[in-house]
């Protein structure tokens, strides 16, 4: 699997738009990009993935660069509950049962 | 029922000490995994299970049995272990098809003395 950057740390207002950026410039062409978000005390949950399109459900946005080589979770409207770490991830999405965790960036929504 | 459900959620044991972690879902999901946390990192893969047979061991050393009596249970047996086995042990699941989201149980915090 590829591997990923984020930033190790960010802070957003509650209220605001919440955009989280993942590089992951050796991504192969059937590697998808997972988000998971892991609050504390808590296991990892999962949020959001996609292959090329801009991808939207009820959690987030994903917007996908056109050379897939980077990607931006957008949480619409931060609240204080989506203070978590959110692990950036790719991988073939089906026949690769490995899920490798990076770093992640843990998001501080301020009040 | 989206839960996967992991008991106990705290255990605390001698090195010489033989416990069992539990983990249970009732998705149909057919694949089943073990990741273990330790404190401020990210989780790190131990064991999948896929149609109840093992299918991915990361080196985990062998003081750390799987086992998977049927679809629905992963066990993680443990026995001799070391202080710095304690970490957070999680269970997940996924169904085996495309969309491969994996749903996370809560974990069991264990601490070895």
């Known amino acids: 699997d590829a591997k990923t950057t984020q930033p190790t740390s960010m802070d957003c207002a509650e209220g605001r738009a919440a955009n989280l950026p993942c590089n992951h410039s050796t991504i192969s062409g059937n590697e998808y990009v997972y988000w998971y978000r892991q609050i504390h005390s808590q296991g990892p949950q999962y949020i959001i993935h996609g292959l090329k399109n801009n991808e939207t459900n009820e959690m987030a946005s994903l917007i996908i660069t056109e050379d897939r080589k980077s990607s931006t979770l957008i949480l619409p409207h931060a609240t204080l509950r989506d203070t978590a770490v959110y692990y950036c991830i790719v991988r073939v999405s089906f026949g690769n049962e490995k899920l490798t965790f990076g770093t992640g960036t843990r998001l501080t929504i301020i009040p | 029922d989206t839960e996967v459900t992991q008991t106990p959620k705290h255990l605390v044991m001698g090195m010489t000490n033989k416990k069992s972690l539990k983990c249970e879902q009732h998705?149909?999901?057919?694949?089943m995994y073990w990741y273990k946390q330790k404190a401020k990192k990210p989780p790190e893969l131990m064991f999948v299970?896929?149609?109840?047979?093992?299918?991915i061991n990361e080196s985990v050393p062998s003081r750390f049995s799987p086992e998977c009596p049927n679809s629905s249970l992963l066990n993680l047996h443990l026995h001799a272990l070391q202080p710095e086995d304690s970490a957070l042990y999680l269970c997940a699941s996924s169904y085996r098809d495309r969309d491969e989201k994996l749903f996370f149980g809560s974990g069991t915090q264990l601490s070895v003395l």
């Open positions: 998705m149909g999901h057919r694949a």
């Open positions: 299970y896929s149609y109840e047979k093992l299918s």
